[in-house]
């Protein structure tokens, strides 16, 4: 019948006019910022079609803005709502998200020995480093952190079955905010993967994941130092790599001459000592950051917890400045402008 024809011709039509179009163009950079995760998100996309990679752009900025929101574990009706439950000693349905996150980030608090704890929204709020405020302008009461110390849970007291989560008590409350950048990064590649994106980096404030090439060519990404100053040090990143780094200098307040930062180490209840920064390159977002956050509470012993995690790119700032790397790490990466004083490569077997 013609008119059965017809009809299939014009969708075949479509496309090859599409593909033959998409072939023609020279490929190009599309590069886009929004704000996500209180940090100016940086995307770029290599393509031959640029109107393609600007729908993709869209998708993700609406994701990642909308998991940022879901996400808080004080505000509103997502991570806020399972946190209300928890506080009340009563099992919280989970959306699938938020579960397939507490899977991951209970395997992460075991790989790092309990350094990494999704469950520390109440201290993290006893320090005041909950929200996208200020930070605060002074540390808790000694008596405050006494308490939360004598009280303290951790993950591994939630009972997780199905898509319901069940406290042990009423101390225990998420704050995904040490890998929820990590994981939503991996789902931003995800739809990247969808649309038909290859070539991409999504740059979260320095904390990036990277998909193919530019132009035949490795994406060339920057890491910040730890003391201003900007990039510091560079690395060509692979298809599929994730570089997130944790520091004392994103988050933090002085009271009387000292330092206190918001990655908090659970044994001390205060903030974690001994780096001023750790960056790790591997093949997934979420173990990237969860890893950084890990590391950075490990303080020197860093290089026996990254063992534990399974990784071997890593390079960590010490209080004293030094740059503590890996040999996979000193491989590979190059240092902008100055060589630091002190550059030293730890043992590895
Ligand atoms: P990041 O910048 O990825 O290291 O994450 C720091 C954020 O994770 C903090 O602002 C807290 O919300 C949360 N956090 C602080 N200490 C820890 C910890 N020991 N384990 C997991 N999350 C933490
Ligand atoms: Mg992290």
Redesign the pocket.
């Known amino acids: 019948m013609p008119g059965v024809r017809r009809s299939r011709a014009g969708p075949i039509l479509v496309v090859l006019t599409l593909a033959l179009a998409g072939c023609g163009r020279e490929p190009q950079l599309v590069d886009r910022q929004f704000l996500a995760f209180g940090t100016l998100v940086d995307v770029s996309v290599f393509t031959r079609s640029p109107e393609r990679a600007h729908r993709a752009i869209d998708q993700v900025r609406e994701a990642l803005q909308r998991w940022h929101e879901t996400w808080h574990p004080w505000r509103g009706e997502g991570l806020a709502r399972i946190n209300r439950r928890l506080a009340a000693g009563r099992p919280a349905e989970l959306s699938p998200e938020i579960r397939d996150m507490l899977v991951s980030a209970t395997r992460y608090h075991r790989l790092s020995g309990g350094?990494?704890?999704?469950a520390?929204a109440g201290l993290?709020r006893l320090w005041g480093?909950?929200g996208d405020e200020d930070p605060p302008s002074r540390p808790p009461a000694d008596a405050a952190l006494r308490d939360w110390l004598a009280e303290r849970g951790s993950v591994a007291d939630l009972t997780l079955r199905e898509d319901r989560v069940t406290p042990a008590g009423t101390g225990v409350q998420l704050?995904l905010?040490?890998?929820a950048?990590?994981y939503a990064l991996d789902r931003a590649v995800a739809m990247f993967q969808a649309a038909g994106v290859e070539n991409a980096i999504i740059n979260a404030g320095g904390d990036l994941r990277v998909m193919g090439q530019r132009g035949g060519r490795a994406w060339r990404v920057g890491i910040r130092g730890p003391r201003g100053g900007g990039v510091f040090a560079a690395v060509e990143a692979a298809d599929g790599e994730a570089v997130?780094t944790?520091?004392d200098y994103?988050?933090f307040f002085e009271w009387r001459g000292r330092r206190y930062h918001?990655?908090?180490?659970?044994e001390t209840g205060r903030p974690?000592r001994g780096l001023r920064s750790v960056t790790v390159i591997t093949n997934a977002g979420g173990l990237a950051?969860?890893a950084?956050?890990?590391l950075?509470?490990a303080g020197r012993e860093w290089p026996a917890a990254a063992r534990d995690l399974g990784l071997d790119q890593v390079m960590a700032v010490t209080d004293d400045g030094t740059v503590e790397v890996t040999p996979a790490m000193a491989g590979r990466i190059r240092f902008v402008d100055a060589r630091p004083d002190r550059v030293e490569e730890v043992s590895w077997q």
Do not use: M
């Not at 350094?115 to 999704?118: N, Q, T």
């Not at 918001?262 to 659970?266: A, E, N, V, Y």
């Open positions: 350094r990494f704890d999704p520390l993290v480093f909950n704050d905010g040490g890998f950048k990590g997130f944790s520091g994103e988050r918001h990655i908090l180490d659970p974690a950051d969860a950084a956050t890990a950075f509470v």
